[in-house]
């Protein structure tokens, strides 16, 4: 099958994460600048919030799965919640004194899940903004989150190359399952929940 490219949007400062809609229509993106969500179809952009209107930098978007909102780790420690499509702020909220990085919601929408670079995770309930559980055990700021498919485990990779598994419900750690050594940057998990995949440094491995 041939494939083509179908729209490019070159961006100055180059975005550390790139994430489809639940719905596949549109592609959000974040660079310190701003967040811009995009028609996947045609580039064209649908939303755009920039920095400078909130007074601080922009890290990575993430959006929950029925898409109704889109949320926004920011340089001072705060996430954002903004209504989807119409951009509008609905809440922000302080959810570390460092600068927060990850972000993913669970499946059932009921909990999202912040890295930081003071070393942490944070779970919080995206609709009461009640604090679930602080995970502390790693010993570099966590790169990269994914949640099991059935919404029971978060795993965590990080700077240093440790992965970790966490119960979701109750914040406690599991097991450490690696130390590559390298920076685990982007994790992915089969629908069955039985294999992840790892890439990072110079390395990709199935686990």
């Known amino acids: 099958m041939a494939h083509k490219l179908v729209w490019t949007n070159p961006m100055h400062d180059g975005p550390d994460e790139v994430i489809f809609a639940p ?16 028609d996947t179809a045609t580039g064209r952009t649908i939303l755009e919030r920039k920095a400078e209107l909130i007074k601080a930098a922009f890290i990575n978007p993430a959006f929950p799965p029925s898409g109704e909102l889109l ?6 420690g ?20 460092k600068t927060c990085h990850r972000l993913v919601f669970s499946r059932d929408g009921q909990t ?3 890295s930081s ?13 009640e604090r679930q559980a602080v995970l502390r055990g790693h010993g570099d700021r966590p790169e990269s ?9 978060l795993i965590s ?26 920076p685990i940057s982007r994790m992915t998990v089969t629908a069955d ?14 686990r």
């Open 145 to 153: 989150l994914v949640i099991s498919p059935d919404d029971r485990t």
């Open 23 to 38: 719905s596949g229509r549109s592609v959000a993106t974040a660079n310190p600048q701003g967040v811009y969500v995009f």
């Open 71 to 76: 949320a926004t780790s920011h340089a001072d």
């Open 112 to 114: 999202l899940a912040v």
């Open 157 to 182: 990779g990080c700077y240093q190359g440790v992965i970790k598994t966490w119960d979701l419900a109750t914040g406690r750690e599991r097991q450490t399952l690696a130390r590559s050594g390298y």
């Open 193 to 206: 929940g039985r294999t992840l995949a790892t890439t990072g440094g110079r390395e990709t491995e199935a």
């Open 78 to 97: 705060t996430i954002r919640l903004w209504d989807y499509p119409s951009g509008e702020l609905r809440t922000s909220f302080r959810a570390h004194d």
């Open 117 to 129: 670079l003071d070393h942490t995770i944070s779970l919080w309930n995206p609709r009461t903004l």
